[in-house]
């Protein structure tokens, strides 16, 4: 990239993004100069013990890639951070000259050639108005938020484990620590999915409470 900033860098990833961006991973992955980095470095085969002690976030691209199909990135410079420290780890530990920090290099030239490319036409604001849209369709509504809250309220000790266990999985913006023995679950900032696999729990574990108690009267 150059050293302009480029208009999508702060902008929230798409699914149309993140197809156009497998395509880069595509490319690297059939190129043989960039083999040591679709996984991440195994310092105890290649017996460089001190790998760890010197590269303290090692990055590879298989990695990003995962992290990029499991949404975790929200924005462009989320991502494209990880694909920096990549390039960044290797430079670090390795020589300056050597096969692998040319490997590196061409490499990174790759990416960011992939990246103009494909990019070069971004419309940030024609991204920031979907963006926009998709956040207000992804916002609970004064209803949901109320049934979900009660649901939760009554829930036993281990119902709330397992609702907090889906949260810091799904959503782990919305639980807050307030001290060692006590969190927040932040409503107003949950997504309709993480309130969708919410609710399906919350049945679920009622349904089997129900046929609990049947089983008991039965005996």
């Known amino acids: 990239m150059s050293s302009k900033e480029p208009p999508y860098l ?5 699914q149309e993004d993140i197809t156009k961006l497998q395509k880069i991973f595509t490319i690297l992955e059939a190129d043989p100069q960039a083999i040591d980095f679709l996984e991440p470095v195994d310092y105890i085969g290649l017996n460089i013990l001190d790998y760890p002690l010197i590269i303290k976030h090692p990055m590879d691209l298989g990695t990003v890639k ?13 991502f494209l951070s990880d694909i920096d420290l990549i390039w960044k780890n290797c430079k670090t530990y390795n020589m300056n000259g050597s096969e692998i920090v040319k490997m590196c290099n061409h490499c990174e030239k790759v990416f960011k050639k992939q990246m103009e490319k ?15 849209n998709n956040h207000n369709e992804n916002v609970l509504s004064m209803n949901e938020k109320i049934s979900l809250t009660e649901k939760i309220r009554i829930l036993s000790s281990d119902g709330l484990t397992q609702v907090v266990n889906i949260i810091t999985k799904e959503c782990p913006k919305v639980i807050e620590n307030i001290d060692s023995e006590k969190l927040q679950i932040k409503i107003d900032l949950l997504d309709h999915k993480t309130y969708k696999l919410l609710m399906d729990s919350i049945e679920n574990m009622n349904k089997e ?6 089983k008991e009267k039965n005996k």
């Open 10 to 14: 702060k902008c929230q990833i798409t």
């Open 66 to 78: 995962k992290n990029l199909l499991d949404k975790v990135y929200n924005t462009f410079q989320d």
């Open 118 to 132: 494909l990019f070069k036409n971004y419309n940030s604001n024609s991204k920031k108005d979907k963006e926009k």
């Open 209 to 214: 409470k129900s046929s609990t108690h049947e």
